[in-house]
């Protein structure tokens, strides 16, 4: 999960095949809508729905609230930095992360969010995890949700971007920047995790990762609104333990 240039909160953006998963982690799964982790719970029109730990607020609030979309709050001055993990639609496939590197009292997120969404906090030392709470879904909490692309394809993903990395270990990166989307591919066929990791709108500050958690020949999406990618790369991962990496390019 990676390093430097991303989005602030208050404007819109969104954030591998494991065989092996973290502990805690949601199983992965086949392209196919099944159940989501862990606890539910509905929104209310003036107040998110948040999960914590010590040092780390996650939050899914409505359009009307003060914390609309997804988003990650820093709540500790100390050398960890927090990030929230989500779920879109009941699709385990797909797992969506946002590092928030600024500081204490700093939120980032995004408002590019599904019908459903299953999310947790975490506490991350450097690019290890250390820290994670429960998860908890939410329902309803956007009138533009986002909708989960099925069966898109590697190929189909080039064809549909403007620009493409891929690396050795067999994962790709590809985006387009009108209502600017990210696919993460996997194209190899072992046990490992494709991973997109980037930021958006030239801010250091959050960092989105994509893990597709699907198989070979699967891809998972997220949308920025009219937020321009800035730093990006493709990734491979074994669990938490890098495989493969490209550079950061900047767009």
Same mark, same amino acid.
């Given at each position: 999960?990676?390093?430097?240039?991303?989005?602030?909160? &208050?404007?819109?953006? +969104?954030?591998?095949? &494991?065989?092996?998963?973290?502990?805690?982690?949601?199983?992965? +799964?086949?392209?196919?809508?099944?159940?989501?982790?862990?606890?539910?719970?509905?929104? !209310?029109?003036?107040?998110?729905?948040?999960?914590?730990?010590?040092?780390?607020?996650?939050?899914?609030?409505?359009?009307?609230?003060?914390?609309?979309?997804?988003?990650?709050?820093?709540?500790?001055?100390? !050398? *960890?930095?927090?990030?929230?993990?989500?779920?879109?639609?009941?699709? *385990?496939?797909?797992?969506?992360?946002?590092?928030?590197?600024? !500081?204490?009292?700093e939120i980032r997120g995004s408002r590019e969010i599904g019908k459903t969404i299953t999310f947790r906090a975490a506490l991350y030392k450097g690019d290890r995890r250390v820290k994670v709470s429960r998860w908890k879904t939410v329902r309803d909490v956007t009138k533009y949700p986002v909708k989960r692309d099925t069966r898109v394809t590697p190929a189909g993903a080039r064809a549909r971007s403007a620009i493409c990395v891929s690396t050795r270990g067999a994962a790709s990166t590809c985006?387009?920047?009108?209502?600017?989307?990210?696919?993460?591919?996997?194209?190899?066929?072992?046990?490992?995790?494709?991973?997109?990791?980037?930021?958006? &709108?030239?801010?250091?500050?959050? !960092?989105?990762?994509?893990?597709? *958690?699907?198989?070979v020949n699967t891809c998972g999406k997220a949308e920025h609104g009219d937020l321009a990618i800035s730093m990006y790369r493709a990734s491979v991962f074994d669990d938490d333990h890098q495989v493969a990496t490209r550079l950061y390019k900047y767009n």
């Open positions: 999960m990676a390093v430097l240039a991303a989005m602030a909160f &208050g404007v819109e953006g +969104a954030a591998a095949s &494991g065989a092996a998963r973290p502990e805690g982690e949601a199983p992965a +799964a086949a392209p196919a809508t099944v159940a989501t982790p862990a606890e539910t719970g509905e929104t !209310r029109a003036d107040e998110p729905e948040c999960v914590r730990v010590k040092g780390a607020a996650a939050c899914v609030g409505d359009d009307e609230s003060s914390r609309p979309g997804v988003s990650i709050e820093d709540t500790r001055n100390d !050398r *960890l930095h927090p990030a929230v993990e989500y779920y879109l639609n009941g699709y *385990l496939g797909t797992k969506y992360v946002i590092h928030n590197l600024a !500081r204490e009292g985006f387009a920047e009108k209502n600017t989307f990210v696919f993460a591919c996997d194209t190899g066929a072992d046990e490992h995790q494709a991973r997109a990791e980037y930021f958006v &709108g030239g801010d250091p500050t959050a !960092r989105y990762e994509i893990h597709q *958690l699907a198989g």
